[in-house]
């Protein structure tokens, strides 16, 4: 986001960090934010409750999906890692898959 000669915003998608600033600025209200920010122990603790319950008995598990997953390397890494490990469930990644070969591979173990 930066500001034009004429006191305007104009928002620039490359220099974006996700931060909202560029929402109450942003004319006519074209943005806005949805959803929250959560730390992966808020994550698991909202889903742990229904693993045995729900997951186990079903044969479901756990499907990520987009914007793009894999834009969130690390925490995907940590979200496919912890309900794996803990309960045994299986794991779906719903990607374009447009990430550098050593990033997939990391994720491969974790998936089904």
Do not use: N, Y
Not at 4 to 26: I, M
Not at 48 to 66: E, K
Not at 79 to 108: F, H, I, N, Q, Y
């Amino acid at each position: 986001m930066f500001s034009r000669a004429d006191g305007g915003v104009r928002f620039d998608p490359s220099r974006c960090v996700a931060c909202g600033a560029c929402v109450p600025v942003c004319p006519r209200g074209a943005l806005s934010v949805s959803g929250r920010r959560l730390e992966m122990c808020e994550i698991v603790a909202e889903v742990r409750p229904h693993w045995r319950r729900i997951f186990q008995q079903s044969g479901g598990g756990v499907t990520v999906s987009g914007g793009e997953p894999l834009a969130q390397k690390d925490f995907l890494l940590a979200l496919l890692t912890e309900p794996r490990d803990e309960a045994g469930l299986s794991a779906c990644l719903d990607t374009c898959a447009k990430a550098p070969w050593p990033v997939l591979e990391r994720m491969l173990p974790h998936l089904d």
